[in-house]
């Protein structure tokens, strides 16, 4: 790791933590349990979801969804489409959260994150999480994880609302906001197409190839115990 480096920002899936976690307890979680959400439509950020989801709904696909079993189905589409729409993303978050919160699931951190998360901060290094899942969703896979709450360790959440993870402008906001010059974060991630855009804004990057992926970037490592 090169010594300017002040800033890590990581992605999740494929990365800190396995794809399988996320397609195989994740997303089924959401789609078995999703009609909860009729009940919590009161709640301000359901109500608000609900929304956009009409709006993106008539944007993308041209359907006026009426009723809230509408919205539902539209959503249950979405999921098992593997959509990253920010509504999705939100309602996914809430529905997970008391699944976090009962025990019945616990965020998958790959073993060798934790002790790197302790390393950088002692080395005065800064870490944050860039993610399409919500910043709802990244604050509990890092709180309710395997290894305990890992969120003392993270100091900003990116998500979809920032933009798009394969967008150059999206990696340059993200350097505005933290007010670090963008040759000064480095970048984690498991997919190229999102390291190509944060290293056409200026970032630094390196590629995690975990089980299951392919080494086809030009900095890469299986772990983050590689990372120092």
């Known amino acids: ?28 979680y959401f789609r078995e349990n999703i009609s909860k959400l009729k009940e919590l439509k009161g709640i301000s950020e359901v109500f608000q979801a609900f929304e956009e989801t009409i709006d993106l709904a008539r944007e993308l696909e041209g359907k006026e969804l009426k ?51 302790e390393n950088w901060k002692k080395e005065g290094i800064e870490i944050g999480i860039f993610s399409s899942g919500s910043i709802k969703a990244q604050k509990l896979i890092f ?17 979809t609302t920032t933009g798009g993870k394969r967008e150059i402008e999206t990696y340059e906001k993200i350097s505005e906001n933290l007010k670090i010059p963008a040759e000064n974060i480095l970048f984690l991630s498991d997919i190229v197409e999102e390291l190509e ?12 190839v975990r089980t299951g992926n392919t080494a086809n970037w030009k900095q890469t490592v299986n772990s983050f115990s590689e990372i120092v």
Do not use: C, R
């Open 197 to 208: 855009a944060a290293d056409k804004a200026g970032f630094q990057t390196i590629q995690l």
């Open 143 to 159: 709180g309710y994880s395997v290894f305990g709450d890992l969120t003392k360790y993270l100091s900003n959440y990116f998500d």
């Open 67 to 117: 009723e809230t079993d509408e919205i539902i189905a539209t959503l249950l589409k979405w999921s098992l489409e593997d959509k990253k729409i920010t509504p999705l993303k939100t309602l996914q978050g809430i529905l997970w959260e008391d699944a976090y919160k009962s025990g019945e699931i616990s965020g998958h951190i790959y073993e060798d994150v934790p002790q790197a998360f």
């Open 1 to 28: 790791m090169s010594s300017n480096i002040k800033y890590i920002l990581t992605d999740i899936e494929g990365t800190t933590t396995s794809i399988s976690f996320v397609t195989d307890i994740l997303f089924p």
